[in-house]
């Protein structure tokens, strides 16, 4: 197995267990210069933004024949960009966005799924499962940016994703139990943590379909902006979370993320271990001196 495999594979252990320490990634230093665009293919694309967005990545859905469902191919695709940009440390912020009009992602593809055995049925189910855990997992924050229709496994990447910016004509919705299933890759567990349990069975049982203005009303969306800006006002975000201390991004995500899913105590202690991860950095002391000078910091991830 080369590096990358027992890296990965390592990275999928660690990611297995729920409360389990940060994987040291900046021993590997020497993966810090990854190319992503390599990774890109036919309907996963990859484009690291440059100059003043250096840092900020963009991962493109492009499978316009199916409006982005998610197939073998495509979710082989997502699984290797996930898990190299988690090796990548000049990596600050992801967009997942999409090149297809009026869809976001339309969620498993179904005529994929006609052809399969019950125990591939399941064999997929389970790797977009993980994929998606791996999506939530990432040190750094991401961004769904949504246009037009989010259903099923669509909704449930977007649901990984730590914000929503959708466009007026997002579409958003779970319709599994019409097909006689149930949201198999995170969407009962993510769902209900993020609208609370009694609207997320309603939605779940009636695989109603909402417009953008009420995922925002119930806590879905971050953000609902005209049709077709839904790019630009993520890219807003991501900008301004560039800016900042990629050190303590990184730990403010690991306190929020670690931190809801235990008592108020072990988290209070979790936070306290991520703020003394930050004391030694260069970039805190960066962070002070920029105060002083009244310039901006210039952080650099040390």
């Known amino acids: 197995m080369g590096t990358l495999g027992m890296v990965t594979r390592s990275l999928t252990r660690h990611y297995s267990k729920k409360n389990s320490r940060p994987f040291k990634l900046h021993q590997y230093q020497s ?20 100059d003043a967005d250096s840092g900020i990545v963009e991962v493109n859905l492009h499978r316009p024949e199916t409006k982005n469902a998610i197939g073998n191919e495509m979710l ?84 990984s994703c730590d914000l929503r910016i959708c466009g007026e004509n997002a579409v958003l919705g779970l319709p599994e139990t019409g097909l006689a299933i149930i949201p198999g890759a995170g969407g009962t567990q993510r769902l209900p943590r993020l609208v609370g349990k009694a609207v997320a069975k309603e939605l779940i049982f009636t695989g109603r379909r909402i417009g953008a203005k009420e995922a925002m009303s119930i806590g879905l969306a971050n953000y609902t902006v005209p049709a077709g800006e839904a790019r630009p006002k993520a890219l807003e975000i991501a900008r301004e979370i560039n800016n900042k201390g990629p050190i303590a991004i990184r730990m403010a995500k690991k306190a929020i993320n670690e931190g809801i899913e235990v008592d108020l105590q072990a ?32 952080y650099r991830g040390e």
């Not at 390599?38 to 694309?45: E, N, T």
């Not at 399941?122 to 993980?130: D, E, G, K, T």
């Not at 271990?273 to 310039?295: I, V």
């Open 76 to 159: 082989r695709g997502l699984r290797h960009t996930f898990e190299t940009l988690e090796m990548d440390g000049d990596a600050n912020v992801m967009m997942i966005s999409s090149s297809v009009p009026k869809a976001f992602c339309a969620g498993a593809d179904l005529k994929e799924r006609k052809e399969m055995t019950a125990s591939e049925v399941q064999f997929f189910v389970n790797s977009l499962r993980s994929t998606f855990a791996l999506l939530e997992a990432l040190r750094v924050p991401t961004i769904a940016v949504i246009e037009g229709a989010a259903l099923g496994g669509g909704l449930e990447m977007a649901l």
């Open 267 to 298: 988290a209070l202690d979790l936070e306290e271990e991520c703020y003394e991860q930050l004391l030694n950095t260069k970039d805190r002391l960066e962070g002070l001196a920029a105060f002083a000078e009244k310039r901006k910091p210039r």
């Open 31 to 50: 993966w810090r210069t990854l190319i992503l665009e390599p990774l890109s293919s036919g309907s996963v694309q990859v484009r690291r933004l440059s």
